[in-house]
Structure formats: structure tokens, C-alpha cells
């Protein structure tokens, strides 16, 4: 059964940081690469990073140098620390296996991040 349950998110000022997290199950999980994805209200949903089994990561333009992406695969969990935060980063996340094989229109119910002052 796939399962994606996000956490960590919340609401932080401008410059502040967060890290959320994502527990997958395995079958989910012991795909290669794992991203995370985030959707603000009125946009359509974007994949900012995205990890492979051996560490190797790509992140979009736009959170380069300010988010991380990680995992630990014994426990099948990613996460993204996200440092100095922008009101435009605000939005709900998701993560999701790279590409979004078999899952059809399922994702988890995301975390919500808001950045305002």
C-alpha cells in the first residue's frame, strides 16, 4: 500500500528556517529517488528537489543554496531543511518518488508553510 505522510511545516518569519519531514512506505520508498514538491494557491504543483538512494541530489533554480534534501534510508524518511525563508516560499509541500510511477493521482496530504512576518 503506498503511503506518503509529510511533517514539519508551520509558520516562520522572513529569514527564519524549518525542516520537514516525510516517512514513506516501502514499497514507495525502495524506489530510487525521492523529491519533494510544493504547491502555492493559484500555482501548479513544482518539484524543487529530489534525492537518489545513493545521495546524489538536484534541486531547482529557485531553493538552491537555501534548501537541503536528505534521507535515511534505514528509516525511509526524507526531509528538507529549509533556510532563510521567503514570503514566496510559502505553500503546502509534498514529497513524492522521481518519477511518480504507479502512484496515479495519489499524494500525501502535505505540510503547509507559511512564511509571513
Known amino acids: 500500500q503506498v503511503r506518503l505522510v509529510e511533517s514539519g511545516g508551520g509558520l516562520v518569519q522572513p529569514g527564519g528556517s524549518l525542516k520537514l519531514s516525510c516517512t514513506a512506505s516501502?514499497?514507495?520508498?525502495?524506489?530510487?529517488?525521492m523529491g519533494w514538491y510544493r504547491q502555492a494557491p493559484g500555482e501548479q504543483r513544482e518539484l524543487l528537489a529530489m534525492i537518489a538512494k545513493s545521495g546524489i541530489t538536484h534541486y531547482a533554480d529557485s531553493i538552491e543554496g537555501r534548501f537541503t534534501i536528505s534521507r535515511d534510508n534505514a528509516s525511509d524518511t526524507i526531509y528538507l531543511e529549509m533556510n532563510n525563508l521567503k514570503p514566496e516560499d510559502t505553500a503546502v509541500y509534498y514529497c513524492?518518488?522521481?518519477?511518480?510511477?504507479?502512484?496515479?493521482?495519489?499524494w500525501g496530504q502535505g505540510t503547509q508553510v507559511t512564511v509571513s512576518s
Open positions: 513524492s518518488p522521481v518519477p511518480r510511477v504507479g502512484l496515479g493521482d495519489y
Open positions: 516501502d514499497t514507495v520508498f525502495s524506489l530510487n529517488v
